[in-house]
């Protein structure tokens, strides 16, 4: 099992290294700003948030984005985490087939609601046993997990308007509703380039997260934690690492913090216990606090359906108590993740 390559592929030119034995850092092709997210440990949401943050930053860019006020922003997502890449599934994206490649050998992105996407998950061969690839396990050791990091990092052309047409997936906002793939001309012409890359990285410290520290011009970190401190322990060690390899934190985000009752009044309980340890960590730290999102039902079911809370703009109460909470469950989720979104934009500029 390897990535996707033909004869005239040319694997990935690695950086070389400064006087000092550290390697040079150095922009990714067509892209002006990153933002990664990232996490100390798993289970905390963080692709989640990456997949909504990606799609928040798009429906804000027109006020905030810094390459052009009053137009939307061109993004992308990144999913880094080789071994459990989530990014296929939660934007709609399972089964679309592989990624098609420029004749120069370079990954061409997939699309769906607005977002160029690319994913170890777009690589991976179907199992024999179910024909998906949803069971195929990547059971590589630490230079074949590298190897591919380089190339997901380097060998992908995010413009718009290449030699192939990137796929886009339409779908409807309904739980019936499957994406279904068809060939659309990519909006800008050709050449054009991302105005901002959202990475969602593999969980902890590892050598992925190292890598990326090192080799890449990141524009900002952004570190997301659930409330117990058994979380924040971890994150912590994220900041950490980040600080080493001097990439700037924009933040903190702080996920599953609280759950909001269904009967009126919304009263609200914090089931994972008190966000007193994560304050008072990210205030010694001089960093903000971007958002605290709730834990509901409705974040994790439309990221099952492929489609994230931040395109549930037209979320309306159908009539009764459950009816009316899940209408509102979903708008305050998103207006959580626009805030954090703007909050991100500012920091960009």
Partial sequence: MTIPSNDERRPPVMPRRGRGGVPE?????????????????????KSTVSVNLALALLATSEKHNPN????KARVGLLDLDIFGPSVPKLMG??????????????????????????????????SSSSGSNADTVVAWRGMMVMKAVQQLLFDVDWRRGSNSTTTTITSKIDASSTAKAKDQPPQGGAGDELDVLVIDMPPGTGDV???????????????VS?????ALIDARKGVSMFEKV??????MILNMYHFVQPEQPF?????????????????SKGLEVLGRLPLEPWISQGGDRGLPVVLEEGAVAKGGTLDE???????????????????VWKSLV
């Fill in 25 to 45: 850092k150095r922009a990714i092709s067509h892209v002006k700003k990153v933002v990664v997210v990232s996490s100390g440990k798993g289970g905390v949401g």
């Fill in 68 to 71: 052009g006020k009053g137009r």
């Fill in 93 to 126: 994206l399972e089964g679309i087939g592989e990624p098609e490649l420029t004749q120069a050998g370079a990954l061409l992105p997939l699309r769906n609601h607005g977002i160029s996407c690319m994913s170890m998950g777009f690589l991976l061969p179907p």
């Fill in 209 to 223: 997260a190292l890598s990326l520290g090192q080799l890449v011009k990141v524009d900002g970190a952004v570190i």
């Fill in 226 to 230: 659930t409330p117990q401190e058994v």
């Fill in 246 to 251: 001097q990439v700037p934190i924009v933040g």
């Fill in 267 to 283: 009263k609200v309980y914090p089931l994972f216990g008190s966000s007193k340890a994560f304050d008072e960590y990210a205030e």
């Fill in 325 to 343: 909470y899940s209408g509102r469950g979903r708008r305050l989720a998103r207006e959580e993740f626009l805030g954090i979104s703007e909050k």
